[in-house]
């Protein structure tokens, strides 16, 4: 991105609505940039997307209907290794980056073949995301103990996963070191522009307000409803994802894959449903049977372990699945950001949104891909991939 | 290492107890009570090493939350063993670090 000119000082204080994975990283490369941060974030009754994120750091068969999209998560991908580094000399905190390539696997032959075809389409707009397909045999030579069941398999070189609840402490521990501030328990549910006490004002449901030069609305699922103070569309959905976590085991599985991933610490995560139940985060016995069986499926030798945890979330999802980074027309300084890939944009979000929504870069030309005013086209209809 | 339990489980007089095994040492128990106590009772001090550090781990809350008293028990490891009671014949071994699962090829294919 192109820097522009340097603050004056009274554009240094920026406010960003929401500490989860896309506003601490948001406000820790602000801080960076030398904005002075503060961070509104909820109560513990928050609905927190960063902490059931599955964790994977991931390129591979996204962007199908967005090159630009495509373009940005590869970015992404090469940011994070340093990131990783930096976030660990500061703070002492791994947010456990690894990248060996990843898996998709698929439990049927026309399961496959679509998906041959869909990453090919992918590079047909350009873009050069590299993969590979491969058969039952071929799979076992990199995952030993794969369940007959899985047919085949795509895999990329370029993926991989992190600990989504490290890379959040990290990045809140690096923001109290670089001066930002974070405040918790509040709960914005106004913004007021050019009011006596300040270009943006958030105003909390106890009547606080919050002033500040430039305002970031990082809010997940309340961005729907914070994002037309600023003039921008934003109709953020919850899709819920219920996730499980087995006890720890020695290491066998050595790659993340979409239907489960070994952590560093030796549990294994099983991943996730995809349902539509409003804003109910909870745990469901059908759900968690159909990942345990798929579970198996996938690894027989699962059916040994224990499992310690269930837990859902909700993914804060665009119509189409792909994020929303605008800077509001009718209020400048103020921008919307809803992404659901907290983790495997981090690097993304800090290093190249931080200094944006500073006002110390331009707004990259591809961002008009992730206007939200895309959503108010009625002759488009839109599927968010899950 | 001591064997002097820490813990005694007074007998009743006429209740019934079985016989169970940690590391091959036999232990006679009252019927009925948890693998956990049973082993507290028979002067068992570590139950398991931990899997990040191998230190030594004994029982802490004894009702199914802290994951400290995990043992083998019948050749499945990592159980809970304040959560399992005791049936005559149990073979009890400690949990050394972590669980492993058998991954090589055809060790599943059954299910």
């Not at chain 1, 729907?224 to 959905?237: E, N, Q, R, T, Y």
């Not at chain 1, 996938?298 to 310690?308: C, I």
């Amino acid at each position: 991105m192109q820097r522009t000119d340097m603050y004056t000082h009274r554009e240094k204080r920026l406010t960003i609505v929401g500490g989860g994975l896309l506003g601490a990283a948001i406000g820790y490369g602000a801080a960076k940039a030398g904005a002075e941060v503060t961070i509104l974030d909820q109560g513990d009754n928050a609905l927190r997307a960063s902490r059931g994120n599955f964790g994977l750091v991931w390129v591979h068969g996204k962007g199908t209907t967005m090159p630009p999209y495509v373009d940005w998560t590869l970015q992404g991908l090469r940011l994070w290794p340093e990131f990783q580094e930096e976030l660990l000399n500061r703070t002492g905190v791994d947010s456990g980056l690894e990248n060996p390539g990843g898996f998709w696997l698929g439990f049927s032959e026309a399961e496959v073949e679509k998906r041959a075809t869909a990453l090919e389409g992918i590079n047909k707009n350009g873009t050069k995301v590299p993969f590979e397909i491969l058969d039952r045999s071929d799979l076992r030579n990199y995952l030993p103990g794969i369940g007959d069941a899985v047919v085949g398999g795509s895999f990329c070189p370029l993926d991989g996963h992190a600990n989504p609840l490290m890379l959040l402490r990290a990045l809140h521990m690096g923001l109290n070191q670089l001066g930002a501030r974070v405040v918790n328990g509040v709960t914005v549910t106004d913004i007021q522009h050019d009011a006596p006490d300040g270009r943006f004002v958030a105003v909390a449901d106890d009547g606080t307000r919050w002033s500040g030069d430039r305002i970031v609305l990082a809010a997940g699922l309340g961005n729907a409803s914070l994002a037309s103070h600023l003039d921008i569309h934003a109709p953020v959905l919850p899709t819920r994802g219920q996730v499980l976590i087995t006890e720890r085991l020695q290491p066998f599985l050595h790659y993340p894959t979409n239907k489960c991933r070994q952590t560093k610490e030796g549990s294994v995560q099983l991943g996730s449903t995809a349902e539509d139940t409003g804003v109910d985060d909870g745990t469901t016995s059908d759900k968690i049977e159909w990942l345990v069986r798929r579970g198996v499926e996938t690894f027989p030798a699962l059916a040994d372990a224990k499992l310690v945890r269930a837990w859902g979330a909700l993914r804060p999802l665009t119509p189409d699945g792909y994020p929303i980074y605008q800077e509001s027309e009718r209020f400048p300084g103020g921008y919307v950001v809803s992404s659901h890939s907290g983790v495997t944009l981090a690097a993304s979000h800090a290093e190249l949104l931080g200094p944006w929504v500073s006002g110390l870069t331009q707004t990259p030309p591809e961002f008009t891909s992730f206007r939200g005013e895309r959503f108010l086209d009625t002759d488009s209809s839109f599927s968010n991939g899950y | 290492m001591a064997t002097e339990p820490y813990f005694v489980i007074p007998a009743k007089p006429g209740s019934s107890t079985v016989t169970i095994t940690f590391e091959g040492r036999k232990i006679v128990v009252p019927a009925g009570i948890s693998v956990a106590a049973a082993l507290l009772a028979g002067g068992v001090g570590v139950f398991r090493t931990s899997i990040v550090s191998a230190a030594p781990r004994a029982p802490f809350c004894m009702m199914g939350v802290c994951f400290e008293c995990l043992v083998e028990i019948d050749g499945i490891s990592g159980r809970q063993s304040c959560m399992v009671p005791v049936t005559d014949g149990m073979a009890i071994r400690r949990q050394e670090g972590s669980s492993a699962l058998d991954v090589s090829e055809g060790a599943k294919d059954d299910v």
